[in-house]
């Protein structure tokens, strides 16, 4: 792991910065250290008594960096070699063993050599004589046995009725005072050779014989926690700790196989009760193993590192039957609310050995996580289709959410029925299995499923906006729909529908799903399950985050409203014949009249101010608080119509070159429109600075347009006032606050316009 070297903030204060230069090598760099003689106190005194304040905490921060980067190489070291070190740990409790035998078995052979030279050395000290040998032989007849042969007589027969009656504390102190016997320098001159060998034969004979019924005894189902720990507690005196430690989790083992018979879900509904049922019967069997291995044979490595090895694997063990019988079912089917119960469960259980020294939450979070994987995908897949199913039946019309829903917050029942959103029927599908499945994923943080299951959920909503797309009536995705002759939603016909295909998408990327989003944690951050809740602070530093989610959320938004303004601007530029309403022959065709028009706003431009006060009206009351995307839609659709204008090129050429230019009387109704374009777009607050800039644009280049024929433009144009009260009079008109009898008719009359013509032009002489 590589750390990086604060040397540019304090190698300038010190005349000597090796041990930080990054361009030594490694062993340079400690050589310093390596010495027997090394004084830290001093060390770190001479380094640092010109540093100032800043360097020296840049230093211990540095060294805390340091410190935990040490501390992680050393974890996955260990967590790298585990297995050997657990390998190499059991191979040395073996050759431990193996070493105890030896020694045993060159103690029996010693004990033999020497019984034979003693009966060697007594039979030549002897008399030679026959008669003597036999006088000799009478004497031993009919003597007396000494008081330790009595004892070694009474003692055999003692030790064989003990481990006939399997006392085993009494057995244990017997072998150990005849060992005590055995070792006694006395003992040996009061006992012949052949006697001392029967008692250290007999000994050993009858160690192997308490062993052997203390391991089946062990092994039985029957045995209670208290008789296993002491016949491991006596096979660990016996001198066996290696086989006492494995009889002992070899027990428990076979009590939880036991016990588990019969253990079987009864059904897909009963899995969560079953993984917890089955979850505390493994983990509590591990605890009980823990503990009873600490409280008989202490906390040896070798015995620690083999308990580690037995737990993991009644780990695997556990998980693996928890996927077949409960997971991968669930998994499959999407139900990721009883996959994230059942792993929620197990963690739970697991994290409580952890103060125990045994940390199996790892082992559990890698053999679950394809399940979660898969329950995640699958459960995205079915937001989806789901969605796709309301959708294609959906009216399209916003309401509050159905009877019997879950409420989106915690509030009172008032405050929960008023913060519920007006959507259509898919919308609140969709909202309501989000928000399920952040529940879901939320509850499993340390599994960091978090980023995956927000960066589903967005892709989710990205189809739910194709669908909406593909809902109006004029998409090129709903045409290639009716070719096929399959509809996958339905249409919304009606202009308020079209708006409510926007109010879903708004709401929900502006409001529901971010709110889904906070259920996660806080994102690219782990936790655990059982550490408290978050602060507030910690709510607050997901801002960036939440901000960004909500950029991308209104991008798609975007691709909606755009879909929206561009059927919506083809349906007033063309025809439903395919012809072109908006065309240069309405303005070019003008000057060939024998009589001055009246002047009012083009037919195509008063329709435009109808759908736009329509739409208005409609977004007023499906976008409350939310009035400023409303203004963005009536601004979109304005400049869709009129950057529609400014681009088409055959629309210029006819104006430009003909064959009939444009001419005096089209260039005053083409600036009226443009005008009346303005007027009730600012009076809506919908004028932005790039549509009045390309109206400005665009009426400019229709003035060159008729100055490039000789004629002057200026001269033919009323005053601007007179474009202004004229748009004025036509946006009464069309919005019925007056009617042609009632308004000033010389404003609008040729009379008028050709006086205010003649003015401009007298003014410019």
Not at 498 to 515: S, T, W
Not at 558 to 565: E, I, N, T
Not at 592 to 611: C, R, T, V
Request: hydrophobic share 40%; net charge negative; proline share 4%.
């Amino acid at each position: 792991m590589e750390i990086s070297h604060p040397r540019a903030s304090f190698s300038s204060s010190r005349g000597d910065s090796t041990e930080f230069d990054t361009d030594l090598t490694l062993s340079d760099r400690i050589k310093a250290f390596k010495s027997s003689n090394f004084d830290p106190e001093g060390y770190v005194t001479n380094k640092c008594h010109a540093m100032s304040e800043k360097e020296i905490r840049h230093l211990c921060s540095y060294l805390v960096d340091l410190k935990k980067a040490s501390a992680e190489e050393m974890r996955k070291s260990v967590y790298a070699n585990y297995s050997a070190f657990i390998r190499t740990s059991r191979e040395i409790s073996d050759l431990e063993g193996q070493l105890l035998s030896l020694r045993n078995f060159l103690s029996t052979q010693s004990t033999l050599i020497h019984g034979l030279a003693e009966g060697i050395r007594l039979e030549s000290l002897s008399s030679g004589s026959e008669g003597s040998r036999q006088e000799d032989v009478f004497d031993f007849e009919d003597r007396e046995p000494s008081k330790t042969e009595k004892w070694l007589a009474q003692f055999l027969e003692n030790l064989e009725v003990l481990l006939a009656e399997r006392r085993v504390k009494e057995a244990l102190d017997a072998l150990d005072e005849g060992e005590r016997m055995a070792k006694d320098p006395n003992n040996r001159k009061t006992l012949t050779s052949s006697a001392l060998l029967s008692l250290k034969t007999t000994i050993t004979e009858q160690r192997q014989k308490l062993a052997d019924q203390l391991a089946e005894a062990a092994c039985q189902p029957s045995t209670r926690s208290v008789e296993l720990r002491s016949a491991v507690q006596a096979l660990k005196q016996l001198g066996d700790g290696p086989r006492a430690h494995n009889l002992l989790l070899k027990s428990h083992h076979q009590k939880l196989q036991y016990n588990m018979q019969g253990l079987r879900p009864s059904g897909a509904s009963d899995g969560t009760a079953y993984t917890a049922t089955f979850s505390q019967l493994v983990f509590s069997t591990i605890a009980q193993a823990a503990s009873d291995s600490l409280t008989v044979l202490g906390d040896e490595p070798a015995y620690a590192s083999e308990l580690v090895t037995w737990a993991v694997k009644q780990t695997e063990d556990f998980s693996l039957l928890v996927k077949r019988h409960v997971l991968a079912s669930s998994a499959a089917a999407g139900g990721l609310r009883v996959v994230a119960e059942c792993v929620q469960i197990c963690l739970g259980h697991c994290y409580l050995l952890e103060s125990r020294g045994l940390a199996l939450s790892p082992v559990l979070l890698r053999l679950f996580r394809p399940c979660i994987e898969q329950a995640l995908s699958a459960n995205l897949k079915r937001i989806e289709q789901s969605t796709a199913a309301f959708a294609a039946a959906d009216e399209w019309s916003l309401a509050y959410p159905p009877v019997g829903a879950r409420p989106l917050g915690s509030a009172s029942f008032g405050s929960v029925i008023a913060s519920q959103p007006k959507l259509s029927s898919s919308a609140h599908r969709f909202n309501s299995m989000a928000q399920e499945l952040c529940e879901d994923v939320g509850s499993l943080e340390s599994l960091q499923f978090a980023d995956n299951a927000l960066e589903g959920l967005v892709q989710a909503f990205n189809s739910y906006v194709n669908m909406l797309i593909n809902a109006l009536p004029g998409s090129m995705e709903t045409e290639n729909l009716e070719v096929t002759g399959i509809r996958i939603v339905r249409m919304a016909e009606s202009e308020s529908q079209q708006i409510a295909l926007l109010a879903n998408a708004l709401l929900i990327a502006d409001e529901l799903l971010p709110r889904a989003a906070t259920k996660l944690q806080p994102f690219n951050q782990t936790s655990r399950i059982d550490e408290p809740p978050r602060r507030p602070s910690d709510r607050q530093n997901r801002a960036p985050e939440q901000r960004e989610l909500k950029k991308r959320l209104q991008r798609f938004v975007d691709q909606l409203r755009d879909s929206f303004c561009r059927q919506h601007a083809l349906e007033l530029i063309f025809t439903d014949d395919g012809g072109v309403r908006l065309g240069a022959h309405m303005y070019i065709s003008m000057d060939g009249n024998a009589d001055e028009p009246e002047w009012f706003p083009s037919p195509i431009y008063q329709e435009l101010f109808a759908k736009l006060t329509r739409i208005a009206s409609i977004a007023s009351d499906m976008f409350v608080g939310r009035e400023r995307f409303a203004t963005m839609l009536l601004m979109r659709l304005t400049e869709t119509v009129i950057l529609w204008l400014s681009d088409d090129q055959s629309f210029w050429e006819e104006i430009e070159a003909g064959p009939t230019p444009l001419g005096p009387l089209g260039l005053q109704q083409f600036y009226l429109d443009m005008e009346f374009v303005i007027l009730f777009a600012s009076q809506g607050r919908y004028l932005s600075r790039n549509l009045h800039q390309v109206i400005k644009n665009i009426i400019g280049r229709a003035i060159e347009s008729v100055a490039a024929t000789g004629i002057d433009p200026y001269g033919s144009l009323p005053e601007d006032d007179w474009f202004a009260e004229v748009a004025q009079i036509a946006i009464k008109m069309l919005t019925g606050k007056a009617n042609f009898y009632n308004v000033d008719h010389e404003v609008v009359s040729p009379t008028a316009s050709v006086s205010a013509k003649s003015t401009l032009s007298h003014g410019s002489n």
